[in-house]
């Protein structure tokens, strides 16, 4: 008869393979779970039946309800991801219970972290009986406050990943387009505030379309005391966010000293027309050609390139950025790429260079490297000062009990292991 695993003392890893620091940490990227109103619990009627044509979902993330039953399981195990032939990790989501509700077991996507490996059946089925009982804390403030207290989790940047605007923007309506960019951070606000306890902070999402617009919902923002605002990967509607156009939201950025935090996501799918493919396709649908363009590399390089060469450090020297959920191996290329643009004498687009792309980076961005990524690699390019832990947490690509990280880079030295685990964050909010 084989024996039930031990499990630690926060009950997700067994107990041989927990990790610990005494002191508690700065997780660079949480998640939470949005209700299907948060887009439209503050808007009127009238500017519902504007913001969405009859049929769209009202966000980006909305879950399609899946009748078949095979479906509706993966969607619960895994979300709107897919999974590989023998499961990941050496666990077949087949073979696991499925979460309550329409979110996905955390870390299941996880290979040398996924807790599920060292677990037999039982264990597993508990395990995700203990996810379901942290579902509040996936959705409400308070209980996850509690929940990075047993963690220790100190502090947490949360992103909300806005969405809901797009089909207004698209259509021109900028006034609709707005109204469900106000009424998305009012629910923000009302669920989870934007610096819950100086523990929990959320980059306030504000779209870069027209520029009165932005800088009112910037101020709105900043009375409500918010630490850090969130930038959407990729071009503005058709300009660069960096263009001298939204200047007075930097330069307002720049004068409050707010961080400003750039998260995976964003709409880069309309590039597919120029491609043969869709560009109205939704993340769970892409093909190999869609994620491997759209979804990850490709947005932060532009971005980052867009950073540098339309001078928004060289403008605006009190503005920093943390990078999240786009890992680092892109990292390497594109700052070579970078410095050698401006060895060949390429100039950016407005003003002049403060210095060399590799150094401002270093000086003004802090990045996350993914949960299972090879973190030695980039250290090795950018040095151990600009690193950041992110979790990922609640996801299923994500880590489930966020001090596993630990396990990733125990080969490092304790004062590096700090500065990823705490010192570097704390240091980019300005603690």
Same mark, same amino acid.
């Given at each position: 008869?084989?024996?039930?695993?031990?499990?630690?003392?926060?009950?997700?890893? =067994?107990?041989?393979?927990?990790?610990?620091?005494?002191?508690?940490i700065f997780?660079?990227?949480?998640?939470?779970?949005?209700?299907?109103?948060?887009?439209?619990?503050?808007?009127?009627?009238?500017?519902?039946?504007?913001?969405?044509?009859?049929g769209?979902?009202?966000?980006?993330?909305?879950?399609?309800?899946?009748?078949d039953?095979?479906?509706?399981?993966?969607?619960r195990?895994?979300? $709107?991801?897919?999974?590989?032939?023998?499961?990941?990790?050496?666990?077949?989501?087949?073979?696991?219970?499925?979460?309550?509700?329409?979110?996905?077991?955390?870390?299941?996507?996880?290979?040398?972290?996924?807790?599920?490996?060292?677990?037999?059946?039982?264990?597993?089925?508990? *395990?995700?009986?203990?996810?379901?009982?942290?579902?509040?804390?996936?959705?409400?403030?308070?209980?996850?406050?509690?929940?990075?207290?047993?963690?220790?989790?100190? $502090?947490?940047?949360?992103?909300?990943?806005?969405?809901?605007?797009?089909?207004?923007?698209?259509?021109?309506?900028?006034?609709?387009?707005?109204?469900?960019?106000?009424?998305?951070?009012?629910? *923000?606000?009302? !669920?989870?505030?934007?610096?819950?306890?100086?523990?929990?902070?959320?980059?306030?999402?504000?779209?870069?379309?027209?520029?009165?617009?932005? =800088?009112?919902?910037?101020?709105?923002?900043?009375?409500?005391?918010?630490?850090?605002?969130?930038?959407?990967?990729?071009?503005?509607?058709?300009r660069?966010?960096?263009?001298?156009?939204?200047?007075?939201?930097?330069?307002? =950025?720049?004068?409050?000293?707010?961080?400003?935090?750039?998260?995976?996501?964003?709409?880069?799918?309309?590039h597919?027309?120029?491609?043969?493919?869709?560009?109205?396709?939704?993340?769970?649908?892409? !093909?190999?050609?869609?994620? $491997?363009?759209?979804?990850?590399?490709?947005?932060?390089?532009?971005?980052?390139?867009?950073?540098?060469?339309?001078n928004?450090?060289?403008?605006?020297?009190?503005?920093? =950025?943390?990078?999240?959920?786009?890992?680092?191996?892109?990292?390497?290329?594109?700052?070579?790429?970078?410095?050698?643009?401006?060895?060949?004498?390429?100039?950016?687009?407005?003003?002049?260079?403060?210095?060399?792309?590799?150094?401002?980076?270093?000086?003004?961005? $802090?990045?996350?490297?993914?949960?299972?990524?090879?973190?030695?690699?980039a250290?090795?390019?950018?040095?151990?000062?600009?690193?950041?832990?992110?979790?990922?947490?609640?996801?299923?690509?994500?880590?489930?009990?966020?001090?596993?990280?630990v396990?990733?880079?125990?080969? *490092?030295?304790?004062?590096?292991?700090?500065?990823?685990?705490?010192?570097?964050?704390?240091?980019?909010?300005?603690?």
């Amino acid at each position: 008869m084989t024996e039930t695993p031990q499990l630690g003392s926060r009950g997700i890893y =067994v107990a041989d393979l927990e990790q610990s620091l005494s002191y508690g940490i700065f997780d660079a990227d949480h998640h939470l779970y949005a209700p299907s109103d948060a887009t439209s619990r503050y808007l009127s009627a009238e500017m519902i039946e504007r913001a969405w044509l009859p049929g769209e979902p009202r966000m980006l993330t909305e879950e399609e309800h899946e009748e078949d039953e095979e479906l509706d399981h993966e969607r619960r195990t895994l979300g $709107v991801h897919s999974q590989p032939e023998g499961g990941h990790g050496g666990v077949d989501i087949n073979e696991l219970p499925a979460m309550e509700g329409s979110i996905p077991i955390p870390g299941a996507m996880l290979n040398k972290l996924n807790p599920m490996k060292d677990l037999d059946q039982l264990s597993r089925a508990q *395990l995700v009986e203990r996810y379901n009982a942290m579902r509040p804390a996936f959705e409400k403030k308070d209980p996850r406050l509690t929940l990075m207290d047993m963690q220790n989790v100190e $502090v947490a940047v949360l992103h909300a990943v806005g969405t809901g605007w797009e089909s207004a923007f698209r259509r021109g309506d900028v006034e609709a387009g707005y109204a469900v960019n106000r009424a998305f951070n009012d629910w *923000l606000w009302e !669920d989870w505030g934007y610096t819950h306890e100086n523990r929990i902070l959320v980059p306030v999402p504000i779209q870069l379309f027209e520029i009165d617009h932005a =800088v009112a919902e910037l101020e709105r923002t900043l009375d409500r005391g918010a630490q850090l605002v969130d930038l959407q990967p990729g071009p503005a509607w058709g300009r660069s966010p960096f263009d001298p156009y939204f200047d007075p939201f930097w330069s307002r =950025v720049n004068e409050a000293g707010v961080r400003v935090a750039v998260h995976l996501g964003g709409t880069y799918a309309r590039h597919g027309a120029e491609w043969s493919e869709d560009p109205n396709a939704r993340y769970q649908h892409f !093909d190999g050609f869609q994620w $491997v363009s759209y979804w990850g590399d490709r947005p932060i390089m532009d971005t980052v390139t867009a950073m540098m060469y339309h001078n928004l450090f060289g403008r605006f020297p009190n503005i920093n =950025v943390l990078i999240a959920e786009f890992g680092t191996v892109w990292l390497p290329y594109l700052l070579r790429k970078l410095d050698h643009a401006m060895l060949l004498g390429r100039k950016p687009r407005w003003g002049t260079l403060p210095g060399r792309p590799s150094s401002i980076f270093k000086e003004r961005c $802090v990045i996350a490297p993914f949960p299972e990524e090879n973190v030695s690699k980039a250290i090795d390019v950018v040095g151990a000062d600009c690193l950041v832990f992110g979790s990922d947490f609640p996801h299923s690509e994500g880590i489930p009990d966020p001090m596993q990280y630990v396990s990733l880079i125990k080969h *490092l030295d304790e004062t590096t292991i700090r500065k990823i685990m705490r010192d570097n964050l704390y240091n980019f909010l300005g603690r």
